[in-house]
């Protein structure tokens, strides 16, 4: 298994910008998939975006043109880049990385963004 740690969660204004990482252990992140989802309160688990080995990137609709997601192989870390922050992004961030071979899935542990009016 791999573990993942995410950071760069906190409180934010509006309009705010904040960047999150996760960071990997082992070698297969650079074979995986990666994807942060969220949770906000009361609420189910949804995927945000997810990048993939190629480099190729998928962005939900509602954080479409203010999200970025990279990832970087040499350092085993992804990052979300979030600008224009909004109320409805408070949640907690997860970092999930998908590997194929052999198939498994890991989680973070997830960090709060708390975005405030």
């Known amino acids: 298994q791999v573990q993942l740690v995410e950071s760069g969660g906190g409180l934010v204004q509006a309009g705010g910008s904040l960047r999150l990482s996760c960071a990997a252990s082992g070698s297969i992140f650079s074979h995986s998939v990666m994807g942060w989802y969220r949770q906000a309160p009361g609420k189910q688990r949804e995927w945000v975006t997810h990048i993939t080995t190629g480099g190729t990137t998928n962005y939900a609709d509602s954080v479409k043109d203010r999200f970025t997601i990279s990832r970087d192989n040499a350092k085993r870390t992804v990052y979300l880049q979030m600008n224009s922050l909004k109320p409805e992004d408070t949640a907690v961030y997860y970092c999930?990385?998908?590997?194929?071979?052999?198939?498994?899935?890991?989680w973070g542990q997830g960090t709060q963004v708390t975005v405030s009016s």
């Open positions: 999930r990385l998908e590997a194929a071979s052999p198939y498994f899935i890991s």
